[in-house]
């Protein structure tokens, strides 16, 4: 696997999302934005890693926290 990239703007809209403030059909432009990158390089790990049955039994098939999981898990970042 390779080292997960994050910029600082969706290191943000992914905490929007998971503490419940948006959610990619109300986001705004910028927000969608982001996200929709999130999105695309969870799916992408999602693939590399055949973990689609590991992200639904451990995070109930919430693709961005099983990514910002794993994210933290490589940073080592305790939240």
Avoid at 12 to 17: A, D, S
Avoid at 18 to 25: A, D, T, Y
């Amino acid at each position: 696997m390779e080292k997960i990239e994050l910029t600082a703007d969706e290191i943000k809209v992914i905490k929007q999302q998971l503490n419940g403030e948006i959610e990619v059909w109300n986001a705004d432009d910028y927000q969608q934005k982001h996200l929709t990158s999130v999105i695309d390089k969870a799916n992408a790990l999602l693939e590399e890693l055949d973990a689609y049955d590991e992200m639904i039994d451990e995070k109930g098939g919430d693709t961005i926290l099983w990514f910002w999981d794993k994210y933290k898990a490589q940073e080592s970042i305790i939240e």
